[in-house]
């Protein structure tokens, strides 16, 4: 089967130079990402999943750098590119931010500035990225933030963020991550600062327009229950190394590696009450989780980091 | 008062204004020692608010009371305390915060952070308060080197076992967790929820644990007190609450929980739907057949003890006519009276007394009567028919019952074979689809419906896994509601065949629904006894809906005979 990917990451290793010393927070880090499919990436802080995003979006900042590997952009395709390699006045570093991918992180109000009002804020990103009129960008802006759930558009469409729920920002911020209908969509933790009733909200909403739009979306978080409902295919990293890659329910009904298999096991829901909550260090008992055994392919697209 | 001894506190009335904002509303509850409470609800919905009124950390409005059972004075009003009388009490309640970023001073060592509340109550010596402070670190498994080392040299999980360890130094009984696993990975957080359960064990703690996820409180918590807008909705054993909740808002933050398990699907229910049902008649034996007229009212029939009556928007209810009991539906007739099923299908006009008969019994078939009918645009009556009853003890084996279509010329003919048990039946917004309640299979059906009311085969729409689809009513949105015999309350359900929402009212047995009121906004549920003699708990309950009814259309059918009554 011809595999259709929107983006390839190979053999990706990023490092950070500080006073202290070299950390390597990405170890050659390898995982497809399927067009028009939600791939979820799932770890612990430090595990490495936010700067595996910030590499995709080319928004590394110093002492970060990638030393080694790529990351190709539509790699089926003519206008296909390398992320990695292309310079930094490349116009399509531009097109990168806002245009081809986008991102919604966790809090709303890093995207959004608190002195615009929110119809503008939408209306920018598209002025920012086509040749339209003010005029037919604010038309536009009006219907995505329909289509996000925004209630009472004509005068929400006039207000400020500081006068929106915290709900209805992460609405905005998702309007205009949308906006320009990008390949793909990376949500950093989307969902983490909400209540539960809102964070099921977001979600519906999130996989409602993934389905409409049939974008390729990057999901990234570190709840279990958020990557079994909206996720397609799993990638689990830790400490700065992919250890498994498969399917929703490969990965989550059929673990194979340890540390996923601890990962499942210190879920509260997962086990009775009066039984002490695993941790992972005590599931992972004696299993070598930290050597850095390369990938195999046990299964088509099933890979995991055992010797 | 002798069980008093077991408690710890006792909260009564408590409520808090912030200007005109009400944050905590009258609330309620004891807790006994060495018990974990939890406390859920959304943000704003009073839980933090609650906590720090209980702790003095605010002061609460007038009129509540929190008592304590302290060690040194026996019981205390800490509500009416002064605050520099409740500075010793300090000791025996403490807090442990959600963010331990926020919460430890980035400029004190960690010696200095757990030791502080010691220095403050002028505990011990320097050296006696270093041996506490070390025995602490043990407690709390944190190495002795990080005595020296400031809060930013630990991680998250460290930094919380930091916090925990400032809060039990002074050997308090009552602990307050204000979300305090919430930030924290799932790993760290199992290290730290197992770390609070061994520290109950080995010093006797009381938590008051408030926290956003129920997956957490469900595991670590005795009881619970689930808040919405600032009152308890709903209180009780944390087991019974989650698997039994009785209020839609415990159901709406249930149903939000992103299970683990790919396969089993989020189904967030409607926060629209979040009032309670209001009582507005009570004291029949079995209500069914709820009908809506704009100049009666409400009119419904009592199966168990016979008659038909009315209630108004003053909840003043006036009998229609007498009839023999069990009416098991009802529909407004064009000629101004009420089509009635039971033993057959007649017209009661208004203000007669004789019954004109629509479709007689048709024993051939086996059927010992009818239920619940509905009409569709053109006036036709659409009936099930029923191998026994479902309701008194009539000695027959349960069997399959039909669907009748009553035709505009009164001639009727069987649409539908193999109904186990016919109920409610109600007709989409584009009149193309029919539901039909099959209570023993516990399936709602789908039918297509032809022009000349032919049905297609039937699929099923729905199928229950509590209690069984009674009586339904069908919404302008095209949700179908439907009250849930056994389950009670009314299970809403989206055209595309999934549960959306459940309205619950406090009986079991809920019968039948009816949309009414102006613009149809009103959902009528009523209710029933489960048929034993002389209980009188059938009632009728109103619900503000967040969608208006369909209108149920008026039947035109003529009628062929006269039967007296």
């Known amino acids: ?307 | 008062m002798s069980n008093d001894d077991d408690l710890i506190l006792k909260v009564r009335h408590l409520s808090k204004t912030f200007d005109e904002h009400v944050a905590l509303r009258d609330v309620s509850f004891d807790l006994k020692r060495a018990d974990t409470l939890g406390v859920v609800g959304e943000s704003g919905s009073g839980k933090t608010t609650l906590a720090r009124c209980i702790l003095r950390a605010i002061d609460p409005d007038r009129g509540g009371t929190v008592d304590f059972n302290s060690d040194q004075d026996g019981w205390v009003s800490l509500s009416s305390l002064r605050h520099k009388e409740l500075v010793p009490l300090r000791k025996e309640m403490q807090m442990v915060f959600q963010d331990p970023y926020s919460s430890l001073n980035p400029r004190m060592t960690v010696r200095q952070i757990i030791e502080e509340p010691l220095v403050i109550h002028d505990e011990g010596n320097s050296a006696e308060r270093l041996e506490r402070v070390r025995e602490m670190l043990d407690l709390v498994q944190l190495s002795q080197d990080s005595l020296t080392r400031y809060p930013h040299a630990f991680s998250g999980g460290q930094r919380q076992r930091i916090g925990i360890a400032r809060a039990l130094i002074l050997n308090p009984n009552l602990v307050v967790c204000d979300e305090t696993v919430s930030a924290l990975d799932v790993s760290v957080q199992a290290q730290i929820i197992n770390l609070l359960e061994d520290l109950q064990k080995t010093l006797h703690l009381t938590y008051i644990f408030v926290a956003h996820d129920l997956a957490v409180v469900r595991h670590i918590c005795n009881n619970v007190l689930v808040m919405h807008n600032g009152v308890v909705v709903e209180r009780g054993d944390v087991d019974y609450v989650f698997d039994h909740p009785q209020r839609n808002y415990t159901r709406l933050l249930l149903s939000a929980i992103p299970s683990p398990d790919p396969d089993v699907r989020m189904a967030p229910e409607d926060r629209t739907i979040l009032e309670e049902p209001e009582p507005v008649a009570n004291g029949y034996g079995l209500v069914e057949g709820p009908v809506w007229d704009d100049d009666y009212g409400l009119m419904f029939s009592d199966v168990i003890f016979g008659g038909v009556y009315s209630v108004n928007d003053s909840k003043e209810v006036e009998p229609v006519f007498e009839h023999r009991r069990g009416i098991g539906g009802m529909a407004l007739h064009a000629e101004g009276g009420l089509v009635v099923s039971g033993k057959n299908v007649s017209l009661k006009r208004f203000g007669e007394t004789k019954s004109i008969l629509l479709l007689d019994r048709d024993p051939d078939n086996g059927n010992v009567g009818y239920n619940d009918l509905t009409t569709d645009t053109a006036g036709r009556i659409y009936v099930g028919s029923l191998g026994s009853s479902p309701v008194f003890d009539d000695g027959l084996e349960p069997r399959a019952g039909n669907l009748y279509v009553i035709d505009l010329d009164g001639r009727s003919r069987v649409v539908a074979e193999d109904v186990q048990l016919t109920n409610g039946l109600g007709f989409s917004p584009n009149g193309r689809v029919l539901y039909h309640s099959d209570s023993r299979r516990s399936q709602i059906y789908r039918y297509e419906v032809a022009r000349n009311g032919d049905l297609k085969p039937r699929e099923v729409f729905h199928e229950f896994e509590n209690g069984a689809p009674d009586g339904l009513a069908v919404a302008e949105d095209g949700s179908i509601w439907v009250a849930n015999a056994g389950a009670g309350g009314v299970a809403v359900i989206h055209p595309d065949g999934n549960q959306r929402a459940f309205i619950s009212i406090p009986v079991p047995m809920c019968t039948s629904v009816c949309f009414g009121g102006a613009g149809l906004r009103t959902l009528y549920i009523v209710s029933g006894s489960n048929g034993v003699d002389g209980d009188r708990r059938g009632g009728v309950y109103r619900y503000e809906a967040p969608v208006s009814g369909l209108p149920v259309p008026v039947a035109k059918v003529e009628p062929i005979a006269n039967l007296s009554s």
């Open chain 1, 1 to 307: 089967m011809m595999s259709d990917n929107i983006l390839e990451i190979r053999n990706l290793g990023v490092r950070f130079r500080t006073d202290t010393g070299i950390t390597n927070a990405l170890n050659d880090v390898n995982f497809d990402v399927p067009r028009g499919k939600v791939t979820a990436i799932v770890g612990e802080s430090g595990s490495g999943k936010s700067v595996t995003a910030n590499c995709i979006m080319r928004l590394l900042q110093p002492p970060g750098e990638i030393v080694t590997g790529s990351i190709q952009f539509n790699p089926s395709r003519t206008e296909s590119f390398d992320v990695v390699a292309i310079g930094e006045r490349d116009p399509r570093i531009y097109d990168l931010h806002g245009g081809l991918i986008s991102m919604v992180f966790q809090e709303p109000m890093t995207a959004l500035s608190p002195v615009y009002r929110v119809g503008n804020q939408v209306a920018e990103a598209i002025l920012c990225h086509r040749d339209v009129s003010k005029d037919a960008a604010m038309v536009e802006a009006h219907d995505m933030l329909r289509r996000v759930g925004i209630p009472d558009i004509d005068t929400r469409i006039q207000m400020y963020p500081f006068e929106f729920s915290g709900g209805m920002r992460q609405r905005v911020v998702i309007a205009m991550a949308l906006v320009c209908n990008p390949e793909v969509l990376i949500c950093d933790e989307p969902t983490t600062a909400l209540d539960v009733t809102i964070q099921a909200e977001i979600l519906t909403l999130i996989k409602d327009l993934q389905e409409e739009l049939s974008n390729s979306i990057i999901f990234i978080t570190h709840d279990i229950g958020i990557v079994a409902q909206i996720a397609d295919y799993v990638v689990v990293m830790y400490q700065g190394r992919v250890l498994e890659i498969g399917t929703v329910r490969q990965v989550l009904k059929d673990p194979l590696h340890p540390y996923t298999k601890g990962l499942l096991a210190a879920i509260p829901g997962n086990v009775p009450k009066n039984v002490r909550l695993s941790t992972i260090a005590t599931a992972v008992g004696d299993a070598d989780i930290t050597t850095p055994f390369p990938l195999k392919e046990v299964g088509e697209g099933r890979l995991v980091s055992l010797p």
